[in-house]
């Protein structure tokens, strides 16, 4: 017995538990993780840690070797007579061995990985941006569905209650009280509202079929999209990734700026090279020997003709562009804060003028439920004024969702 009840358990949980459901956020989630833009970010961090290591390579012990046999049309003689000294050969080989190590080059080479860690924080911050933007697109799919989803459970709330009238038509039919075409009507009105749940249905899978593919995550017409509470916007502070990405562009300037001012250091290399050839560099000898030079070099540009200082300012007035441009995007967004919040009271105030309506075709209904059983209104005149209640009963389920989706839309514009 007790086996039979846990059959029997089972198998009522098996629909509760086969019914994906999913909610506003996770669809944000799952854009943002599974979206091809965002596989970008990796790459440039992989690409980061190259170019990283470019850098501080530099500051290892560079190696190079260098082979050379050359012949020459002439060569340096010693005009001395009678002199000992054997004139060079035409033909002269070569082969060194050098190494070369950096000493100082003024902070070059950090104030380069500063650049490249600033270049890295904006291009990601510049793909966040990019796939932050289809939250609006994620908004209206997502509302849309729910919409599908109310008007539904609406026609099939309506079916039901045709279903029932029907009935006592037919009884009224049965007993002589009614017209016989009268359940007739009913019956078509049915057949309307399958013809209406089918084109509902396939709407809502197209639209699942659509987010699906934006969030690369499969999702079919059984999946309860939950309907999110958005509670109405208490404040107005912005919080877009916009305005960090016009600031992590800023630090990019500042340190391009203090490369630049680096590049002009003074520089301080060691060398040391050690060869084999002939002459070597005893050019008197005219034999293979080996030979070796060590020493430290120094480059300074000390007159760029002012060219580093030009390209400061251009730096400093690229920065002022960036301010211009943080002041437009703010300016913006305020505006459409602005018109979202009164796209959201005047839908407000419109659903309490629905609910009123309702509430007065509801009273019809009851009427004309009790003029339908005691013969006075034809199914005719009754099915109108249930079409007239459903119709604005969907009125009222389309105005609530767009008073979620314009919250939800001016919670995204705020950057919440």
Same mark, same amino acid.
């Given at each position: 017995?007790?086996r039979i009840?846990?059959i029997?358990l089972?198998?009522?949980?098996i629909?509760?538990?086969?019914?994906?459901?999913?909610?506003?956020?996770?669809c944000?989630n799952?854009v943002?993780q599974?979206?091809?833009?965002?596989?970008?970010s !990796?790459?440039?961090?992989?690409?980061?840690?190259?170019?990283?290591?470019v850098?501080t390579?530099s500051?290892?012990?560079?190696l190079?070797?260098?082979?050379k046999a050359?012949?020459q049309?002439d060569?340096?003689?010693?005009p001395?007579?009678?002199?000992?000294?054997?004139p060079?050969?035409?033909?002269?080989?070569r082969?060194?061995?050098?190494?070369? !190590?950096?000493?100082?080059n003024?902070g070059?080479t950090?104030?380069?990985l500063?650049?490249?860690?600033a270049?890295l924080k904006?291009?990601?911050? !510049?793909i966040?941006t990019d796939?932050y933007?289809l939250?609006?697109?994620?908004?209206?799919?997502?509302f849309s569905?729910l919409l599908?989803?109310?008007?539904?459970?609406l026609?099939e709330?309506?079916?039901?209650?045709?279903?029932?009238?029907?009935?006592?038509?037919?009884?009224?039919?049965?007993? &002589?009280?009614?017209?016989?075409?009268?359940?007739k #009507?009913l019956?078509v009105?049915?057949l309307?509202?399958?013809?209406?749940l089918i084109?509902?249905?396939?709407?809502?899978? #197209?639209?699942?079929?659509?987010?699906s593919? =934006?969030?690369?995550?499969?999702?079919?017409?059984?999946?309860?999209?939950?309907?999110p509470? $958005?509670?109405s916007?208490?404040?107005s502070? @912005?919080?877009?990734?916009? =305005?960090?990405?016009?600031q992590?562009?800023k630090?990019?300037?500042?340190?391009?700026k203090?490369l630049?001012?680096k590049?002009?250091?003074?520089? =301080?290399h060691?060398?040391?090279?050690?060869g084999y050839?002939n002459?070597?560099?005893?050019?008197?000898?005219?034999s293979?020997?080996t030979f070796y030079?060590?020493?430290?070099? *120094?480059?300074w540009?000390v007159?760029?003709w002012?060219?580093?200082?030009?390209?400061?300012?251009?730096?400093?007035?690229?920065?002022?562009?960036?301010?211009?441009?943080?002041?437009?995007?703010i =300016?913006?967004?305020? $505006?459409?804060?602005?018109?979202? !919040?009164?796209? #959201?009271?005047k839908?407000?105030?419109?659903i309490e003028?629905d609910?009123? #309506?309702?509430? @007065?075709?509801k009273?019809? *209904?009851?009427i004309s439920?009790?003029? @339908?059983?005691? &013969?006075?209104?034809?199914?005719?005149?009754?099915?109108?004024?249930?079409?007239n209640?459903?119709?604005?009963?969907?009125?009222?389920v389309?105005?609530?969702i767009?008073?979620q989706?314009?919250?939800?839309n001016?919670?995204? $514009?705020?950057g919440q």
């Amino acid at each position: 017995m007790k086996r039979i009840l846990f059959i029997l358990l089972y198998i009522t949980m098996i629909p509760s538990m086969a019914q994906q459901s999913i909610t506003l956020e996770d669809c944000y989630n799952l854009v943002a993780q599974n979206y091809p833009l965002a596989k970008q970010s !990796q790459l440039f961090e992989a690409q980061n840690v190259l170019d990283t290591d470019v850098i501080t390579n530099s500051k290892l012990p560079q190696l190079y070797l260098d082979a050379k046999a050359t012949y020459q049309s002439d060569v340096i003689e010693v005009p001395i007579p009678n002199s000992s000294i054997e004139p060079q050969n035409k033909d002269q080989y070569r082969a060194t061995f050098s190494v070369n !190590q950096l000493i100082y080059n003024g902070g070059l080479t950090d104030a380069s990985l500063k650049v490249k860690s600033a270049q890295l924080k904006t291009k990601q911050k !510049q793909i966040e941006t990019d796939i932050y933007k289809l939250k609006f697109q994620v908004n209206q799919l997502f509302f849309s569905i729910l919409l599908v989803q109310e008007s539904y459970e609406l026609l099939e709330a309506k079916k039901a209650q045709l279903k029932s009238k029907l009935k006592e038509v037919q009884s009224g039919i049965k007993y &002589g009280t009614l017209l016989p075409s009268s359940d007739k #009507i009913l019956e078509v009105e049915l057949l309307k509202i399958n013809q209406q749940l089918i084109e509902v249905e396939n709407n809502k899978i #197209i639209l699942i079929e659509t987010l699906s593919r =934006l969030m690369s995550q499969q999702l079919d017409a059984s999946t309860f999209f939950q309907n999110p509470i $958005i509670e109405s916007p208490l404040h107005s502070d @912005l919080n877009r990734p916009e =305005l960090e990405l016009f600031q992590f562009k800023k630090e990019e300037i500042e340190s391009s700026k203090f490369l630049l001012s680096k590049q002009n250091m003074p520089k =301080l290399h060691g060398f040391a090279t050690g060869g084999y050839g002939n002459p070597g560099l005893n050019m008197l000898d005219n034999s293979f020997q080996t030979f070796y030079t060590v020493g430290v070099n *120094l480059h300074w540009n000390v007159f760029d003709w002012n060219s580093s200082k030009k390209q400061q300012e251009s730096f400093s007035i690229n920065k002022d562009i960036l301010d211009t441009e943080t002041e437009t995007f703010i =300016l913006n967004t305020n $505006i459409e804060l602005n018109k979202q !919040q009164k796209e #959201i009271d005047k839908i407000a105030l419109i659903i309490e003028s629905d609910q009123e #309506i309702i509430n @007065l075709r509801k009273n019809v *209904l009851q009427i004309s439920e009790s003029q @339908l059983k005691n &013969g006075v209104i034809t199914s005719s005149a009754y099915i109108t004024e249930l079409t007239n209640l459903y119709e604005d009963e969907n009125i009222l389920v389309r105005h609530r969702i767009q008073l979620q989706l314009a919250k939800a839309n001016y919670n995204v $514009i705020k950057g919440q």
